[in-house]
Nanobody, 124 residues
């Protein structure tokens, strides 16, 4: 069983930055692909970014060049550095872990563990 706890969300003006953290329990964190998804009010959950167990990174086109995902396998934590934030980045951000496959997926159904989410609000 893996537990994920996100932190770092908040209210920020457009153009600002936030750093989200996701702390994971368990000793096998380093083997999992980790992903970040977000869900805006009234919309479906969407892929934001993911990082493989070996450190390969993937981004949605909408955040490429502005967001950076990273992981610290000693601290069992994955991060999402968000720069140049836009109002359309507003939503609940979820951390997810995929314990079942080797590759990285952009599909939410591939992930079997989820955090509770952290709210990010970007004002214009």
């Amino acid at each position: 069983q893996v537990q994920l706890v996100e932190s770092g969300g908040g209210l920020v003006q457009a153009g600002g930055s936030l750093r989200l953290s996701c702390a994971a329990s368990g000793r096998t964190f380093s083997r999992y692909a980790m992903g970040w998804f977000r869900q805006a009010a009234g919309k479906e959950r969407e892929f934001v970014s993911a990082i493989s167990s070996s450190g390969f990174t993937y981004y949605a086109d909408s955040v490429k060049g502005r967001f950076t995902i990273s992981r610290d396998n000693v601290k069992n934590t994955v991060y999402l550095q968000m720069n140049s934030l836009k109002p359309e980045d507003t939503g609940v951000y979820y951390c997810a872990a995929d314990s079942r496959r080797i590759g990285v997926s952009r599909t939410s159904t591939a992930y079997d563990y989820w955090g509770q989410g952290t709210q990010v609000t970007v004002s214009s």
